[in-house]
């Protein structure tokens, strides 16, 4: 194929530079914007001090099952990875659980009198349901609180399922859809449950979460962001084009159905007149740049989806052996994990230091948002002092990152409004949206990686057509 067509990709995350490859391959030409000074967006690594330390957006490792992701990832980092077995905690009311939340857990290691109200309030609910189901009356599809009290049971809904979700999304269950869950941690509990409790015991394969457990997670050793990294490299040296530090800030329709895409470059404006545009900046952004403007019912619809922000705050320090696991989750903590990079790998920082990464979510320009890494670290220590974690005299060294836009927020209602909007995108000639935060899915590396091979040969089909 000799095609030379154009097509700007904005954004390079890992979305961004694994679609931007595969046109390269397929014979296009590709561009990318990308407003930050990195490249690898929420699966970078940025590197302060000279390059000493590498810091990730909150840890990340690298699980698939997709061959071909697998055998690209082994071609593009194969000598600089490291396999380790996964080990999570929950921390609630001061006992560590398994991590998603077990039932073998909540019986055994609840204190007996919130084992035995979840027990029976989760019977109480399963009954319910098959009550409604044999009426043939429908459950009715509710926000995430009236979700988790019919599914789990009402008492394991306000002693964990109600707290963990309104600490985690800084919003009330109310305005929550249950869509927030991941599938693999709902079917995870409820196998378990029924497993335990109804003794429904079934030879079906194992959830992504239960896999998670057992395969070998992949690990480069200079920070996740090695993957976009190698990726960005192999686009360049293929003759495709990656603008850094340049946000863009319109796509305007050209009338033969290719874009001018305008962006603002290290103060300088670039306009860059192309056949196709990848989106895989923040939907709601991408509809208020387009031009001529999206119908008034397609930009309110986009002013109702929205993302939560995240906080990691990185504290060196040459104390080992930080936490038992390679991260723990909590519950009424001012963060919501914690994890010990030496876990992950021992070469992301000098030899003789470990790193201890604090995540907090919030929402963009709120408090937190605008806290220093100073302020993180004194509304973190008495936590960390009284979990016998890391004190102050431990901690040689503060770095912060910050992520507006890290998990796309599925309010009560939320579909609708993302259907308005998706269909209205797609529904533009040359133009799609694509990954975690483009598409507003909540999908990890792998399969934005998976994603990003399809659309690319879409648009191969679409433009030679
Ligand atoms: C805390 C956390 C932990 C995770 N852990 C894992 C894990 O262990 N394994 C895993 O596989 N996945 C994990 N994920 C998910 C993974 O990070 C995402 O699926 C993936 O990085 C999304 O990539 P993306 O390219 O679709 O989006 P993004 O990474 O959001 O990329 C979008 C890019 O667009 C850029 N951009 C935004 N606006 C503009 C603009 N106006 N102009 C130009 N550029 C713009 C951004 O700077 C960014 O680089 C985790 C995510 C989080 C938040």
Known sequence: MTSKKRIVVLGGGISGVTIALRLQELGFQAEICEAEDHIGGLAGTVRPDGGKYCLDFGPHFFITQKEEIVDRITDLVADDVVSFQRSAQLHVQGRFLDYPLSAKNVMLNFP??????SVATFLWAQLMQSVQRTLGSDVPQSHFGEWAAANFGSHLAKVFFRPYTEGFWKLPCEQLSPEILPTSTRLNFMKSLRMMLLRKVSG??????ERELVLPLRYPTRGYGMIAEEIAERVLNMGGVIRRNAKVSEVQARADGGYVVAANQNGQAVELETDYVVSTIPTPDLVDMMFPAAPASVRQSAKKLGYLALIVLYAVTSKRDLLDTSYVYYLGRPYHRLAEMDKFCDTLCPPGENMLAVEFSCHHGDDLWKMSGQELFELSLPHLEQDGILSRKHATKLFL???????????????????????????????????????YRYIDSDQCMER?????????????T
């Open 112 to 117: 007996p009198v919130d084992a035995i109200a």
């Open 204 to 209: 079906q394969a194992q959830s992504l979460t």
């Open 401 to 439: 990152l910050r992520a507006a836009h890290a998990y796309p927020i599925r309010y009560y209602g939320f579909r609708e409004h993302l259907d308005n909007v998706l269909e209205y995108v797609q529904a533009q000639p040359n133009l799609n949206v694509l990954g975690r935060t483009g598409e």
């Open 452 to 464: 990003a091979f399809a659309l690319a040969e879409q648009i191969a089909d679409t433009l030679q």
